[in-house]
């Protein structure tokens, strides 16, 4: 399974960015939540947002919750993150992840088997 995440860049506080992530290989399944995370400098990965395989769950941390929405298309092998209203402290690595989640938890790092190369969001202020 491969991740191809795009659409990161450098923008302004207030302004907003859409990242889109790909999945290919002969080994996808549409049964996969699919999700980001995202990495800051000096910080430790965490949690940004995840969505299950149906759409019908779908979770956002703290720090993002109103701001940012998630989506995909099943039928396109694709995850959105619209993000709106960027504030520095989003400025980040986000990478794109999918994986199987048995239960309701979906934020954690060690349940996402397939990562992409991650792609760097600067928000200036």
């Known amino acids: 399974v491969q991740l191809q995440a795009s659409g990161g860049g450098v923008v302004q506080a207030g302004d907003s960015l859409r990242l889109s992530c790909a999945a290919s290989g002969p080994n996808w399944s549409e049964s996969y939540a699919m999700g980001w995370f995202r990495q800051a400098p000096g910080k430790e990965r965490e949690f940004v947002s995840a969505?299950?395989?149906?759409?019908?769950?779908?979770y956002y941390s703290d720090s993002v919750k109103g701001r940012f929405t998630i989506s995909r298309d099943n039928a396109k092998n694709t995850v959105d993150l619209q993000m709106n209203s960027l504030n520095t402290e989003d400025t980040a690595v986000y990478y794109c992840?999918?994986?199987?989640?048995?239960?309701?938890?979906?934020?954690?790092?060690?349940?996402?088997?397939?990562w992409g190369q991650g792609t760097l969001v600067t928000v200036s202020s």
């Open positions: 992840v999918a994986g199987v989640i048995g239960g309701s938890y979906y934020s954690n790092i060690d349940d996402y088997d397939f």
């Open positions: 969505i299950s395989w149906s759409g019908r769950r779908i």
